[in-house]
């Protein structure tokens, strides 16, 4: 069993910043890519950033320079840096890794984190 658990979400006034977490446990062989995706009422879930093994990382193009993806491989942890934060980006947050376990290869997501944007 794969666990995924987020933490860092809340209320931020605009332009301010906050950093999500996502920590993975279980019976983990390895992680592959890891990433960030955000889902308001009625829309669609929507990518916000990936990061690959070996670092190198994706953004979509509304988050390019205010979001800064980052991983720790050896605490299998996801972090998500965002600042210059505005309304728009009021969303719940979810973090997705692709795991390797002895037996399998699967996506796993977190149960999400709201962040509130908003004065």
């Known amino acids: 069993q794969v666990g995924l658990v987020e933490s860092g979400g809340g209320l931020v006034q605009p332009g301010g910043s906050l950093r999500l977490s996502c920590a993975a446990s279980g019976s983990i062989f390895s992680i592959d890519a890891m990433g960030w995706y955000r889902q308001t009422p009625g829309k669609q879930r929507e990518l916000v950033a990936t990061?690959?093994?070996?670092?190198?990382?994706n953004y979509a193009d509304s988050m390019k320079g205010r979001f800064t993806i980052s991983r720790d491989t050896a605490k299998n942890t996801v972090y998500l840096r965002m600042n210059s934060l505005n309304p728009e980006d009021t969303a719940v947050y979810y973090c997705?890794?692709?795991?390797?376990?002895?037996?399998?290869?699967?996506?796993?997501w977190g149960q999400g984190t709201q962040v509130t944007v908003s004065s």
């Open positions: 990061i690959t093994r070996g670092g190198s990382t």
């Open positions: 997705n890794m692709r795991v390797r376990t002895r037996y399998s290869l699967g996506d796993y």
